[in-house]
């Protein structure tokens, strides 16, 4: 089983900044696709930015384009998501996900999952 293990989250100011960090528990982390996703209350789990096995592609859900950047680490088994010009909408529970997939985001269904870091952004 893989293990996820999900840091950085914090409450921080409109426009302010946060880096997220997933921390895979083995190597074989870096032969699936990884993935951000959000969850607010009342909502579904959406996704927020994915990047594919090896960080040939990336994904970015409309809102975030050019706030966020996804990136990886297959030398540690990290995924990373900074975050910059943060916004009221973008709080929410932020969790890495890993799956076998041609898809731009691991599937919700089959995938491993972290227990998430809460992401709180305020005035």
């Known amino acids: 089983t893989l293990d996820l293990m999900e840091s950085g989250g914090g409450s921080v100011e409109i426009g302010g900044s946060l880096k997220l960090s997933c921390a895979a528990s083995?190597?074989?982390?870096?032969?699936?696709?990884m993935g951000w996703f959000r969850q607010d209350q009342g909502k579904g789990r959406e996704a927020v930015s994915c990047?594919?096995?090896?960080?040939?592609?990336?994904y970015y859900e409309d809102s975030v384009k050019g706030r966020f950047v996804i990136s990886r680490d297959d030398a540690t088994e990290t995924v990373y998501l900074q975050m910059t010009n943060l916004k009221s909408e973008d709080t929410g529970m932020y969790c890495c996900?890993?799956?076998?997939?041609?898809?731009?985001?691991?599937?919700?269904?089959?995938?491993?999952w972290g227990q998430g870091t809460q992401v709180t952004v305020a005035s």
């Open positions: 996900a890993a799956g076998a997939t041609s898809r731009a985001c691991p599937p919700r269904d089959n995938s491993y």
């Open positions: 083995e190597s074989t982390a870096s032969g699936y696709c």
């Open positions: 990047i594919s096995k090896g960080g040939v592609s990336t």
